[in-house]
């Protein structure tokens, strides 16, 4: 897909490309901003069509709980991944939303760059440190791993005892 939208670019405008400040001419922005709000709009539909899905299962399951004993875990479930989806969808989109409006500030170009930059450390901080299953296995895990490397102490006492 990147070469095909840098091929039609190249071919509408042979000279867009390198400018002291960018490495796209200021009049040929759109070869980039064109793709990524395609993406951001699709990205859109899918998140909002995501959430549909799982409002509406919430729905269904409060409705059945009436009928059928539900754990409270399958609730606790869908919201969580309902909130991981909308925290996911701001961490991935919101930074290229920035990215639109950074052309002439500096301030907004930096923090551009430092949200994409720790997307992963973002998405890290959703899905393994706030998930309390992947905390409970990474606490177990340490707990092993300090029982392995701590030396066995067995408490001897030494008795001396001395006759005067």
Not at 59 to 83: H, P, T, W, Y
Not at 92 to 111: V, Y
Request: hydrophobic fraction near 50%; charge should be positive; glycine fraction near 4%.
């Amino acid at each position: 897909v990147p070469l095909a939208v840098v091929s039609i670019s190249v071919g509408l405008v042979p000279n867009g490309h390198g400018s002291e400040k960018c490495w796209l001419r200021t009049d040929f922005l759109w070869s980039f901003l064109g793709p990524v709000s395609f993406i951001l709009a699709a990205n859109t539909v899918l998140f909002i069509s995501i959430m549909v899905i799982i409002f509406s299962t919430l729905k269904n399951m409060k409705g059945e709980i009436l009928k059928i004993k539900r754990s409270e875990s399958d609730q606790r479930l869908f919201r969580s991944v309902a909130l991981k989806a909308m925290i996911q969808f701001i961490i991935l989109g919101c930074s290229w939303i920035l990215g639109f409006f950074a052309d002439n500030s500096k301030a907004l170009e930096i923090i551009f760059i430092l949200l994409n930059s720790q997307q992963g450390t973002f998405i890290f901080l959703v899905h393994c440190v706030l998930n309390q299953e992947v905390r409970q296995l990474y606490v177990k895990q340490w707990r092993s791993l300090c029982a392995v490397e701590a030396p066995h102490n067995h408490d001897s006492t030494i008795i001396t005892t001395s006759e005067f």
